[in-house]
């Protein structure tokens, strides 16, 4: 099956500078990657994902890269806000498959 | 929100007490899931349910019970739990199991 990795657990990072949460996955017949965010006492929420059949996609502060070649995967948030901390996971699947396999999460803190 | 919603939110129970959780979904989605998430360790997958059976039981112990009267509905049958079962309990639904999963609030469960 799919193993997911996920680095680092936690991130500290200074209100305004960039954060990278990176993942790897090991089946290359993954095809879906989403990236979820979890505030504190709330649900996963998806924020961005991305199919094998692109390399990159950007929505506002957040830009998710893959490399289908090295399999892995990164989440990349740009001029961080106190807003931004929470919990982010991220997750491969396939459709040969019949579940998500989710990284062991990311503590992403701004600090003011 | 209405998309997933989730009933209770919190329950606290003895060992000896039988309980259910119940999950709705309101996206028109064939996949339904159940996960557990413990204080500082990643999500795990309970069960997967898509058109209305289940797909997927990673190694759930039988205290656990699922049901999914149909494509809208799936309830975690509780009995006999230990107090290690304590943990947020999340379901999710997807249209299809290799796409996006939304998220219910999930049930905090506390095993005294």
């Known amino acids: 099956g799919e193993n997911v990795e996920q680095h680092p657990s936690t991130l500290s990072v200074q209100e305004g500078d960039s954060a990278v949460i990176k993942c790897t996955y090991s089946?290359?017949?993954?095809?879906?990657f989403p990236w979820y965010k979890q505030e504190l006492g709330k649900r996963p929420q998806l924020i961005i994902d991305?199919?094998?059949?692109?390399g990159e996609k950007k929505d506002q502060r957040i830009a998710v890269t893959l490399n289908k070649t090295a399999k892995h995967f990164s989440l990349h948030i740009t001029e961080t806000q106190p807003e931004d901390s929470a919990v982010y996971f991220c997750?491969?699947?396939?459709?040969?498959?019949?579940?998500?396999?989710f990284g062991t999460g990311t503590s992403l803190t701004v600090i003011p | 929100e209405t998309g997933v919603t989730q009933t209770p939110r919190h329950l606290v129970m003895g060992m000896t007490n039988k309980k259910s959780l119940k999950c709705e979904q309101h996206?028109?989605?064939?996949?339904m899931y159940w996960y557990k998430q413990s204080a500082k360790k990643p999500l795990e997958l309970m069960f997967v349910?898509?058109?209305?059976?289940?797909?997927e039981n990673n190694s759930v112990p039988s205290r656990f019970s699922p049901e999914c009267p149909n494509s809208s509905h799936l309830f975690l049958h509780l009995h006999t739990l230990q107090p290690e079962d304590s943990a947020l309990y999340l379901c999710?639904?997807?249209?299809?199991?290799?796409?996006?999963?939304?998220f219910g609030p999930g049930t905090r469960l506390l095993v005294l």
């Open positions: 089946d290359s017949a993954s095809n879906y």
């Open positions: 997750a491969a699947s396939s459709n040969t498959g019949n579940q998500f396999y």
């Open positions: 991305i199919r094998s059949n692109v």
């Open positions: 996206l028109g989605h064939n996949a």
């Open positions: 999710a639904s997807s249209q299809g199991t290799e796409e996006t999963q939304y």
């Open positions: 349910y898509s058109l209305e059976e289940r797909v």
